[in-house]
């Protein structure tokens, strides 16, 4: 089993930045698993934000690509999202995930239902 927990989370203003972190507190986090980043905001289902391969592949929603940056730690078995220039649609609980993939090159899954493994979410709040 494997446990996850986020950090970063917090309030900003639009434009700003922020850096969630994720780290696995038991469990390990092997090659074939993917890591990624999921939210859901108030009355919204949980949607696909980034998602990295243990190969470092990256995949991101198209609202935040080129505002985001997903990045994954092997060894620790932690990843990290960088959200810069924030928008007020940006504010969400953010979830952090894992599942099992099959190998290090393989492509994630975007559906929230695919993922094994979930933090317990950190709230981003974005002000105008």
């Known amino acids: 089993q494997v446990q996850l927990v986020e950090s970063g989370g917090g309030s900003v203003q639009a434009g700003g930045s922020l850096t969630l972190s994720c780290a696995a507190a038991?469990?390990?986090?092997?090659?074939?698993?993917?890591m990624g980043w999921f939210r859901q905001a108030p009355g919204k289902e949980r949607e696909f934000v980034a998602a990295i391969n243990w190969a470092g592949v990256t995949y991101y929603r198209d609202a935040v690509t080129g505002r985001s940056t997903i990045s994954r730690d092997n060894a620790k078995s932690t990843t990290d999202l960088q959200m810069n220039n924030l928008k007020l649609d940006d504010a969400a609980v953010y979830y952090c995930?894992?599942?099992?993939?099959?190998?290090?090159?393989?492509?994630?899954?975007?559906?929230?239902?695919?993922?094994?493994?979930w933090g317990q979410g950190t709230q981003v709040t974005v002000s105008s």
């Open positions: 995930a894992a599942t099992r993939v099959g190998s290090m090159r393989a492509t994630p899954s975007r559906s929230p239902e695919a993922w094994r493994y």
């Open positions: 038991s469990g390990r986090i092997s090659s074939a698993d993917a």
